[in-house]
């Protein structure tokens, strides 16, 4: 069975015309196939897929300006289903939405973008509004209802 893994166009179009304003940060949560699933059906585990859309879409990420700025493993779920795990877990970020748009349509990107097709057995990615100098729980909420 195949979980999420395919960016839908619904949602695409929706972060694209939103008013998000600034750097947009993107939470990835990706578990990984044991075996990769290629339409050419070649043997690959997916860690070495997943590795190989790294190489491949590495130069349109830094043309870009997108970056790293979190990773960790994961450990467990202390609030949600118990049985999920993630393999990956990392948070990207892209100078501005118009960044992600134009990874999305880079055809160099689109054919790293197999191999973490071919890799991924589950996903999310989940987009983030920034909100630095936020220091304490619930400020953001508090500051809204002013």
């Given at each position: 069975?195949?979980?999420?893994?395919?960016?839908?166009?619904?949602?695409?179009?929706?972060?694209?015309?939103?008013?998000?304003?600034?750097?947009?940060?993107?939470?990835?949560?990706?578990?990984?196939?044991?075996?990769?699933?290629?339409?050419?059906?070649?043997e690959v585990r997916g860690i070495e897929a997943y590795q190989s859309?790294?190489?491949?879409?590495?130069?349109?990420?830094?043309?870009?300006?997108?970056?790293?700025?979190?990773?960790?493993?994961?450990?467990?779920?202390?609030?949600?289903?118990?049985?999920?795990?993630?393999?990956?877990?990392?948070?990207?970020?892209?100078?501005?939405?118009?960044?992600f748009v134009e990874l999305i349509r880079d055809p160099t990107y689109?054919?790293?973008?197999?191999?973490?097709?071919?890799?991924?057995?589950?996903?999310?990615?989940?987009?983030?509004?920034?909100?630095?100098?936020?220091?304490?729980?619930?400020?953001?909420?508090?500051?809204?209802?002013d």
């Amino acid at each position: 069975m195949s979980g999420h893994v395919d960016l839908e166009k619904a949602q695409f179009l929706a972060l694209r015309d939103s008013e998000h304003q600034g750097p947009l940060h993107l939470l990835n949560l990706i578990r990984l196939r044991e075996r990769a699933d290629y339409l050419d059906g070649r043997e690959v585990r997916g860690i070495e897929a997943y590795q190989s859309y790294g190489r491949a879409s590495e130069p349109v990420l830094a043309r870009i300006g997108a970056r790293i700025i979190w990773e960790g493993q994961f450990e467990m779920v202390l609030i949600g289903p118990r049985a999920e795990h993630w393999d990956l877990c990392f948070v990207a970020e892209y100078p501005n939405v118009q960044a992600f748009v134009e990874l999305i349509r880079d055809p160099t990107y689109r054919e790293a973008a197999l191999h973490r097709k071919a890799s991924a057995q589950d996903s999310r990615l989940i987009a983030l509004q920034p909100r630095p100098g936020a220091t304490r729980f619930g400020q953001f909420l508090a500051e809204t209802r002013d």
